[in-house]
């Protein structure tokens, strides 16, 4: 899979090991690959990635600005939604990028496409 958009939604919140979030509409942004912020600028690099965990036996995230990571740093905010996230709930997954150990949690907001 080379879109976020293969795992049926548009858009969402990305977290990297690093603590960056983005969150974004990646289809409509044409994002091939991970989303990736370079030079303020939303971009994939075109690589494939797979999904790692599903968290099919978790729950839902319930409150999403609460799981997002302590050293979380939102490095981009597409239409200013960060605060819209505090109490909504979503769905999570896992992404691994093939040939590599990157991975990055993908949190799919319910009210989003």
């Not at 989303?35 to 978790?58: C, W």
């Not at 302590?70 to 093939?98: F, H, Q």
């Amino acid at each position: 899979m080379n879109s976020l958009i293969g795992l049926g939604r548009q858009s969402g919140v990305v977290i990297h090991p690093n603590g960056e979030v983005i969150i974004c509409n990646w289809w409509k942004n044409n994002i091939v690959g991970v989303p990736r912020v370079s030079d303020g600028k939303l971009v994939g690099l075109g690589e494939t990635f797979g999904v790692t965990d599903n968290f099919d036996e978790e729950p839902p995230v319930v409150d999403i600005a609460s799981f997002l990571p302590k050293n979380a740093v939102i490095v981009y905010d597409e239409d200013n939604r960060y605060d819209s996230l505090a109490g909504y709930a979503g769905n999570i997954c896992e992404i691994t990028v093939r040939g590599t150990d990157e991975t990055a949690i993908v949190i799919f907001p319910d009210y989003w496409e």
